[in-house]
Nanobody, 128 residues
């Protein structure tokens, strides 16, 4: 079983950067896909980015492509989301999640119901 804790959120001006961290407990974390989702005020939770268990493949929502980078460091049991050139519309609660099958392969996992474990979320606020 995997437990996830996000950190690194905060208040930043438009054009600035933040790096979110997702710290995982459980040895099996390294065998699963990890992803980031976000939920803006008054909106549904949406997909942001995902990374395969191996870290060799990533996929991003069009809205963040070229600005955000997802990565993982399995020696630290941590997944990161580097966010650059932030925009006010990036504001929301950011959640990390993990799921799929151990050492799984397939198309990018972009749906919430493909993930089994979720963190509590961290707030990101981008001011104009």
């Amino acid at each position: 079983q995997v437990q996830l804790v996000e950190s690194g959120g905060g208040l930043v001006q438009a054009g600035g950067s933040l790096r979110l961290s997702c710290s995982a407990s459980g040895r099996s974390f390294r065998t699963y896909v990890a992803g980031w989702f976000r939920q803006a005020p008054g909106k549904e939770r949406e997909f942001v980015a995902t990374i395969t268990w191996s870290g060799k493949s990533t996929h991003y929502a069009d809205s963040v492509k070229g600005r955000f980078t997802i990565s993982r460091d399995d020696t630290k049991n941590t997944v990161y989301l580097q966010m650059n050139s932030l925009k006010p519309e990036d504001t929301g609660v950011y959640y990390c999640a993990t799921g799929g099958r151990p050492y799984g392969t397939g198309p990018p996992m972009i749906a919430e119901n493909e993930y089994n474990y979720w963190g509590q979320g961290t707030q990101v606020t981008v001011s104009s």
